[in-house]
Each structure stands twice: as C-alpha cells, then as structure tokens.
C-alpha cells in the first residue's frame, strides 16, 4: 500500500516498484486506487505495464472525462488472488486514502502487508516534520490501516540534485523517530547515479507529455 | 506545488482576502487549498452555493477594497459571466481563475484552451475587456496570480489567469516572491462605511440615461487603450532567424517550446512566439517575432481561436496556419514537429 501527499510520488514509486518485482521475476498487479486525481496517474503507464506483464488493475472511469470517485472491482478479491505482488497505489491525502477504508479489514487481516507513506519535504504543505507527521495519522484515521514504513522521496521534480535528496535526510529521520517507523528508502533519481547502498535509484515514469 | 495550490497560495500572499468559489474537476484543490488556509491568514473562504453566488460575493467583497477572488473551470466560468460585466460594469478589481477544460457543454474533465474567445472577447455581456494572464508553467502561475491582483487595482477592473488543467495538475518547483503588499488607496470609491463623514460611495452598473452611458463606457475605452499600449508580454523563443514561427500559449507551449528544439537539432529555422497577457494581445511583440518569418502557424488546444488575432496583428501580411487538439486532447511535440515539416520548414 502506497500512501502520501498528492504529489508527493506515490504513483512513480509504485510503478517503480512494480517494475522491479516484474524483472525479478515475480507476478505483480499494480491497483490504481485513486479516486481523487482526474490526471497524472498510474493509468498512464497501461502501455509499458502489460509489456512488461504487470497487470494494472484501474478504476474503468479513469482518464475519461467521467468524474466518478467510484471503484469497480474488488480490492479484497484480488489481494485473497493468492501468489501476487500487489502494489496499491492510493489516492493523495486522507482524502484519497478513504477508499482504502473500506477495505482495511481483509486486507489487514491479509499478513504479509506493508503500507509505506511516501514523503516529499519539498512539498509545501508538508516541509516540516510535524505536519508529514499529521498527515500519516490522518490517512491512518481515513483508511483504517496503520502504516509500517516511511519512503523519502524527497525531489524537486526535473531540478532535483544531489543535494537536493541529502539535504532531506534529517527531515525524514527527525518524522521516522516521530512515528516511530523505518524508513524503507530514500529515492534518489537514476540520472544522478547516486550511491545504491544509501539510496534507491528510481526513473522518472510520470511526467507531462512535453518531456516524453 | 501543484499548479491549483500555487495560484491559491500565491494569491493569499499577494493580500487576498476573500475568496468564494465552488468546486469542480479541474480547479477544485484550489478552493480546496484555501478552504485549509485562508482562515488562518485572516481572511474569509467561502464555498457559495453555486458559481453564481460566488461571483456576486466577489463583486460585494471588491466594493468595500479588500482584494477578491473565485476560481472555477470552463463551465463554472460561464455561469459567472453576469457577474463578471457587472464588475466590469461597476469598475471593481478582481481576481478570476480559469483552469480550462474541454466544451462546449459540460464538455470533459481534460485540458483545453477553448475559452480563448470567451476570456479575450466575450466574457459577458456589454462593451468591456478583462486583463487575461497565460501562465505557462507553475512559477509563472503564481508571479502572474501577484500581477493580476497589482494590475486589477491599478486599472480598476477583473483581471483573469487563463489556465488550463494540465497547468493545474501539474507538479513543479516554485519559489515565492517577496511580496509586499501595497494596496492601493480605494479611499475615493470604496463602500466601506462613511460613519457620516463623507458623501456615500456608490458601487453601480446602471446609468439613468444613455449619454451618462455612453461617457462611462468612453471613458472606459480610454484607459483600455493605455493598457493597450504598456501591459502587452510575451516570450520570443528563437525568432530572430526563424522562417516559421509557431506561436502557443500556456501549457501548449510547453509542447511547442519542446517541438522547436526537435526542429532545431534537425537543422530547421524555426521559433516560437508565445503571449503571456491575451488581452492586451501582443501585437506588437507577434509582428517582431514574425519580421522574418514566411510563415506562422498557431498550435492550441482548440480548434483555432488565437489563430485569428494572430492573423490580425499579422494584417493578414503571412499565411497563418493552424494545428489543434480539442475535447480535452493534448497535442505531442511529435505531431506539432510532424506539422512544422509539413509546412516546409527550411533547412
């Protein structure tokens, strides 16, 4: 379960994720849950998903021009679906995360579960500590789930560098210490080669149609 | 910030204190934005009973001098367009966001610049002009959000950002100006209470006899013209050679600035013109960019509603050809790079 701000990158983490539970070989459904965002979203990535035989899993309403915060499949089927990785990537906010409300008994209930909130210290509502802090406990509240973990992605979109992600690291430990959670990773973007013991290298899959 | 939360903020730093809006796709985190902060900046968030309400509390809020806004999109604006000339009509600054989506009708929820005429030529009724703003990227949102609300009260009239909802959505790095903010002295016009010291100040629309009129609109005309003549913007983007010049504005011309520098590496002379403010038109900065240009070609998300001003300015001296998407489409640097050649662009 992929938490976080709206923007803070759930749907480029989730589709990275994806991508490397695919090449090592594991059977992976991605479920596009957001109800809340009319663009930008991991049904963009339809294309490359079945080319690399991830099966994506959308609301059928998404990226038409129907406005319908509604969800036609059932979550707690698919993840009782036996032997996949299923990554969900959840809509921004507690605003988003209502929809996992509805599922959060079988799903919790479901053990091998990991609900990681993806941080951006960048993001302008959430640049301090204590306000990444009141935004994890008001998904908890919305979605009836706790979160196990904490992804620092902190970027600065295309201008991100180097220092742009080590400058974000007291942040997400001063949050991670908060909480009293682990942070899983911290991204780093692969054009900038950084160390791949200290960071995860993720591409940039979700971008406007003018750098495509 | 998302490009909806930087008009919002943007706007709160630049002295807004009202704002009255109503949600709907692809505007809604903005009213949403300053439903969290507005109060705790000292100011009023309102969500009206429909857009129309909403328009007329920021005719209200704008007669006593405070700075106003609402937001809306494509067919939330066209509710608000009485309101609209009646604030033009009442010479009141404001601010109006229009992050566009695909029309006509309830139309879609994607991105479209198919308000152009209605934002440049007829957002109402009677003889009026709003300053309409086209931000290109999120930094720009908000610097145009600041000389929106400064160029409102200067000039006494609405002014609009003409956004669309790929600029809305969108995520991008901005900075915040230091804004001081200097409002204007509204002593002379503004309803904001006379405690039996000075004559009433009357905010109005109506006019008893068509001569009183007729001077108000006159007079009215007059300061157009100077507007005419000093708040034009625009970028030129590798004109100064150009055989073809593509002009675009907003988030279009993300794609066209991107299909330029495909042409470029290709070896093909080509520019692009893009206006910032669509009304005043820069008609001067197209004719300059266009001087050594044999052709032209406007790329919007319309069906061709730029394209005429263009032609215009141009005095119709250059062909003027026209690419679009519409209904909600976006155009890729592919097609706006396929269309370029098509048009012989010169080695």
Same mark, same amino acid.
């Given at each position: 379960?992929?938490?976080?701000?709206?923007?803070?990158?759930?749907?480029?983490?989730?589709?990275?994720?994806?991508?490397?539970?695919?090449?090592?070989?594991?059977?992976?459904?991605?479920?596009?849950?957001?109800?809340?965002?009319?663009?930008?979203?991991?049904?963009?990535?339809?294309?490359?998903?079945?080319?690399?035989?991830?099966?994506?899993?959308?609301?059928?309403?998404?990226?038409?021009?129907?406005?319908?915060?509604?969800?036609?499949?059932?979550?707690?089927?698919?993840?009782?679906?036996?032997?996949?990785?299923?990554?969900?990537?959840?809509?921004?906010?507690?605003?988003?995360?209502?929809?996992?409300?509805?599922?959060?008994?079988?799903?919790?209930?479901?053990?091998?579960?990991?609900?990681?909130?993806?941080?951006?210290?960048?993001?302008?509502?959430?640049?301090?500590?204590?306000?990444?802090?009141?935004?994890?406990?008001?998904?908890?509240?919305?979605?009836?789930?706790?979160?196990?973990?904490?992804?620092?992605?902190?970027?600065?979109?295309?201008?991100?560098?180097?220092?742009?992600?080590?400058?974000?690291?007291?942040?997400?430990?001063?949050?991670?210490?908060?909480?009293?959670?682990?942070?899983?990773?911290?991204?780093?973007?692969?054009?900038?080669?950084?160390?791949?013991?200290?960071?995860?290298?993720?591409?940039?899959?979700?971008?406007?149609?003018?750098?495509? | 910030?998302?490009?909806?939360?930087?008009?919002?903020?943007?706007?709160?730093?630049?002295?807004?204190?009202?704002?009255?809006?109503?949600?709907?796709?692809?505007?809604?985190?903005?009213?949403?934005?300053?439903?969290?902060?507005?109060?705790?900046?000292?100011?009023?968030?309102?969500?009206?009973?429909?857009?129309?309400?909403?328009?007329?509390?920021?005719?209200?809020?704008?007669?006593?001098?405070?700075?106003?806004?609402?937001?809306?999109?494509?067919?939330?604006?066209?509710?608000?367009?009485?309101?609209?000339?009646?604030?033009?009509?009442?010479?009141?600054?404001?601010?109006?966001?229009?992050?566009?989506?695909?029309?006509?009708?309830?139309?879609?929820?994607?991105?479209?610049?198919?308000?152009?005429?209605?934002?440049?030529?007829?957002?109402?009724?009677?003889?009026?002009?709003?300053?309409?703003?086209?931000?290109?990227?999120?930094?720009?949102?908000?610097?145009?959000?600041?000389?929106?609300?400064?160029?409102?009260?200067?000039?006494?009239?609405?002014?609009?950002?003409?956004?669309?909802?790929?600029?809305?959505?969108?995520?991008?790095?901005?900075?915040?100006?230091?804004?001081?903010?200097?409002?204007?002295?509204?002593?002379?016009?503004?309803?904001?209470?006379? *405690?039996?010291?000075?004559?009433?100040?009357?905010?109005?629309?109506?006019?008893?006899?068509?001569?009183?009129?007729?001077?108000?609109?006159?007079?009215?005309?007059?300061?157009?013209?100077?507007?005419?003549? *000093?708040?034009?913007?625009?970028?030129?983007?590798?004109?100064?050679?150009?055989?073809?010049?593509?002009?675009?504005?907003?988030?279009?011309?993300?794609?066209?600035?991107?299909?330029?520098?495909?042409?470029?590496?290709?070896?093909?002379?080509?520019?692009?013109?893009?206006? *910032?403010?669509?009304?005043?038109?820069?008609?001067?900065?197209?004719?300059?960019?266009?001087?050594?240009?044999?052709?032209?070609?406007?790329?919007?998300?319309?069906?061709?509603?730029?394209?005429?001003?263009?032609?215009?300015?141009?005095?119709?001296?250059?062909?003027?050809?026209?690419?679009?998407?519409?209904?909600?489409?976006?155009?890729?640097?592919?097609?706006?790079?396929?269309?370029?050649?098509?048009?012989?662009?010169?080695?």
């Amino acid at each position: 379960m992929i938490t976080g701000h709206y923007g803070s990158g759930k749907t480029n983490i989730s589709a990275n994720l994806a991508l490397e539970a695919a090449e090592n070989g594991e059977k992976v459904t991605v479920v596009d849950l957001d109800i809340v965002n009319p663009y930008f979203r991991t049904a963009d990535l339809k294309d490359m998903f079945s080319q690399k035989g991830i099966e994506l899993i959308a609301p059928s309403y998404a990226n038409t021009n129907l406005d319908i915060p509604a969800l036609n499949f059932d979550l707690e089927r698919i993840a009782s679906g036996g032997d996949v990785h299923l990554i969900v990537d959840v809509g921004g906010d507690d605003d988003g995360a209502v929809a996992l409300g509805r599922f959060s008994e079988p799903l919790n209930n479901c053990g091998d579960l990991e609900m990681l909130y993806v941080i951006n210290r960048y993001r302008y509502m959430t640049r301090e500590p204590h306000e990444a802090e009141e935004l994890m406990y008001k998904i908890e509240a919305a979605s009836h789930m706790k979160h196990t973990g904490i992804i620092n992605n902190s970027n600065l979109g295309s201008e991100t560098s180097a220092e742009t992600v080590e400058s974000s690291l007291d942040y997400a430990k001063e949050l991670s210490e908060r909480v009293s959670l682990p942070i899983v990773f911290t991204t780093a973007p692969a054009r900038l080669g950084m160390d791949s013991s200290r960071f995860k290298s993720v591409n940039v899959l979700v971008k406007p149609i003018w750098e495509k | 910030m998302k490009g909806n939360e930087a008009l919002a903020e943007a706007a709160m730093r630049a002295g807004c204190k009202c704002f009255f809006g109503y949600p709907i796709t692809p505007q809604t985190e903005l009213a949403a934005y300053m439903a969290k902060n507005m109060q705790k900046n000292g100011g009023v968030f309102l969500q009206a009973e429909s857009e129309i309400a909403a328009i007329n509390m920021v005719l209200g809020a704008a007669s006593t001098g405070v700075r106003a806004m609402t937001s809306s999109s494509s067919p939330g604006i066209s509710l608000k367009s009485e309101g609209i000339s009646y604030i033009a009509g009442s010479d009141l600054p404001c601010v109006i966001i229009n992050v566009e989506r695909g029309g006509p009708g309830l139309g879609g929820i994607q991105p479209s610049q198919a308000d152009y005429w209605q934002a440049t030529k007829g957002l109402g009724h009677g003889d009026f002009h709003l300053l309409v703003f086209a931000p290109a990227s999120v930094q720009e949102m908000v610097d145009m959000v600041v000389k929106a609300f400064n160029k409102a009260d200067e000039y006494r009239m609405p002014a609009m950002i003409l956004a669309d909802g790929l600029l809305g959505q969108m995520m991008e790095p901005v900075t915040f100006p230091e804004i001081a903010v200097e409002m204007p002295d509204k002593s002379g016009w503004a309803a904001d209470g006379h *405690k039996n010291k000075r004559e009433h100040h009357i905010i109005n629309s109506l006019y008893l006899t068509p001569e009183e009129l007729e001077k108000t609109v006159v007079d009215r005309f007059a300061r157009y013209d100077v507007i005419k003549e *000093k708040e034009t913007d625009a970028e030129l983007y590798l004109t100064e050679d150009a055989d073809i010049v593509v002009c675009a504005f907003g988030a279009t011309a993300r794609v066209v600035k991107s299909a330029v520098n495909d042409a470029r590496e290709q070896g093909i002379k080509v520019g692009m013109f893009r206006p *910032k403010t669509l009304w005043p038109f820069p008609e001067k900065e197209v004719q300059k960019a266009c001087a050594n240009a044999s052709k032209v070609l406007s790329v919007e998300m319309s069906m061709g509603q730029m394209v005429d001003d263009i032609k215009l300015a141009l005095s119709c001296a250059k062909p003027v050809e026209f690419f679009g998407r519409t209904g909600g489409v976006i155009p890729t640097p592919a097609e706006v790079l396929e269309k370029i050649k098509a048009m012989g662009g010169n080695n």
